[in-house]
C-alpha cells in the first residue's frame, strides 16, 4: 500500500503543473467502462455502468474532488490534488487499508480519464480486498 502512496504522490510531481486552469464546478461522470477486480474470490472480475457526480473545489493550482457515492461500489470521499496543463491528479491515502485516486484531462468542460479505488482487506477490517477501476468522461453543469 505504501508503494501505491508513493507512486500517487511521484505521479503528482511529474505531471509538471506551470498555470492553474479553472475546472472549480460539478461535473456529471458518465461511466465508460467499470471494473470491480477482487483477489478474494470467483469470479474475481465483474463489470458495471452508470454514472455518478463529483464537485471540484479549486485554490490556484490545488484542488479538492469530491467523489458522490456510487450504489455500493464506493462511498463520498474528498481527494486532494493539482491541476495544470489540461491534466490534473487528485489523491486520497485512506489510513493503511486502501487508496483512491482519480486523473483527467481536461478539454473546455469535459474532462475523460480514469478513476482508481484500491483496498487492502485483513479478513477483519470488512474491506474487500482488490480495487476498483472506472474510465470515464464528466461533463461540467
Known sequence: MKKIIA???????????????????????????????????????????????FTVTQNGDEITVTLQNYGGKWSTHRMSGRVGNNKFLAVLPSGSKSVYMIQGTIKGNTITGEYVYARYGDGNSGIVPGWTKVSYTAVRQ
Open 7 to 53: 507512486l500517487a504522490f511521484i505521479m503528482l510531481a511529474m505531471v509538471g503543473f506551470t498555470q492553474a486552469q479553472n475546472i472549480a464546478g460539478t461535473y456529471k461522470m458518465n461511466f465508460k467502462s467499470g471494473t470491480q477486480v477482487y483477489t478474494d474470490r470467483t469470479p474475481a472480475r465483474a463489470s458495471f455502468s452508470g454514472s455518478t457526480t
